[in-house]
């Protein structure tokens, strides 16, 4: 088993930044796949972005790509999402996920086993 907490969370105008952060305990994360799911109110939660448990590679939704960046490191435990130039559109809540039954990289919600609690991101206009 492996426990995910997100922190990071909270209120920002149009065109801000927000950095989240998962931190994770109990089995061995640096053999985990990790990924950012979000979801906004009334829709399905949907793929944020991936890194393998090397770190080395990285994959982003389209909606995403150029405006976040997700890094980990494998000592802290931990695993980020750096948010730049956010949209009302990005208002969800958002939620870290680990696999350790894929190399990585996995868009699809079914592939992750653990999931943490999520935190709110509101993005103002």
């Known amino acids: 088993q492996v426990q995910l907490v997100e922190s990071g969370g909270g209120l920002v105008q149009a065109g801000g930044s927000l950095r989240l952060s998962c931190a994770a305990s109990?089995?061995?994360?640096?053999?985990?796949?990790m990924a950012w799911f979000r979801q906004a109110p009334g829709k399905e939660r949907e793929f944020v972005t991936a890194i393998r448990w090397s770190g080395g590679r990285t994959y982003y939704a389209d909606s995403v790509k150029g405006r976040f960046t997700v890094s980990r490191d494998n000592v802290k435990n931990t695993v980020d999402l750096q948010m730049n130039s956010l949209k009302p559109e990005d208002t969800a809540v958002y939620y870290c996920?680990?696999?350790?039954?894929?190399?990585?990289?996995?868009?699809?919600?079914?592939?992750?086993?653990?999931w943490g609690q999520g935190t709110q991101v509101t993005v103002s206009s």
């Open positions: 109990g089995r061995t994360f640096s053999t985990a796949a």
């Open positions: 996920a680990a696999t350790y039954r894929t190399s990585g990289l996995d868009s699809r919600r079914e592939e992750y086993d653990f």
